[in-house]
């Protein structure tokens, strides 16, 4: 079995290969997401990137998922219905974010929730949910 870590963030991919980078274990940087398709993968694992990408580019992540895998797990916030309003709303690229759900326009992937939690900062809280999807 063998592992491969990516990220937009040349310094994460940096401390995750000085911690945790061997033989079958390697990370790599990607700005595009076209520069994940050098492979097939038996599973994706996708946590808190899409909130911070533009709606184009979550849409070119997931046309490209099926044609690279059969199973990705993407971890998302998803607002607390006081904050419906932001959610999956455009966003420039860099350092914005807003919560998504794939499940929703203009996403509208078919996913099956299989966990959630609540992470909590003072007096608000977001949803975090695991989407399953099966090509």
Same mark, same amino acid.
């Not at 998302?76 to 966003?91: G, R, Y």
């Not at 975090?128 to 090509?135: A, G």
């Given at each position: 079995?063998s592992?491969? %870590?990516?990220?937009?963030?040349?310094?994460?991919?940096?401390?995750?290969?000085?911690?945790?980078?061997?033989?079958?274990?390697?990370?790599?940087?990607?700005?595009?997401?076209?520069?994940?398709?050098? %492979?097939?993968?038996?599973?994706i694992?996708?946590?808190?990137v899409?909130?911070?990408?533009?709606?184009?580019?979550?849409?070119?992540?997931?046309?490209?998922?099926?044609?690279?895998?059969?199973?990705?797990?993407?971890?998302?916030?998803?607002?607390?219905?006081?904050?419906?309003?932001?959610?999956?709303?455009?966003?420039? %690229? %860099?350092?914005?974010?807003?919560?998504?759900?794939?499940?929703?326009?203009?996403?509208?992937?078919?996913?099956?929730?299989?966990?959630?939690?609540?992470?909590?900062?003072?007096?608000?809280?977001?949803v975090?949910?695991?989407?399953?999807?099966?090509?």
């Open positions: 079995m592992y491969t %870590g990516v990220d937009v963030s040349s310094m994460i991919i940096k401390k995750n290969r000085k911690r945790y980078a061997s033989e079958k274990i390697k990370f790599d940087v990607i700005l595009d997401p076209h520069d994940i398709e050098c %492979g097939v993968y038996d599973l694992l996708i946590k808190d899409f909130r911070h990408c533009p709606n184009e580019i979550v849409l070119q992540y997931l046309s490209i998922l099926p044609r690279i895998t059969k199973f990705a797990l993407i971890t998302n916030d998803e607002a607390p219905s006081s904050d419906v309003h932001v959610l999956n709303c455009d966003i420039p %690229g %860099g350092h914005s974010w807003r919560p998504i759900d794939i499940r929703r326009e203009p996403f509208l992937q078919k996913s099956a929730v299989i966990a959630e939690y609540v992470n909590f900062l003072d007096e608000r809280y977001w975090k949910r695991i989407h399953l999807l099966v090509y």
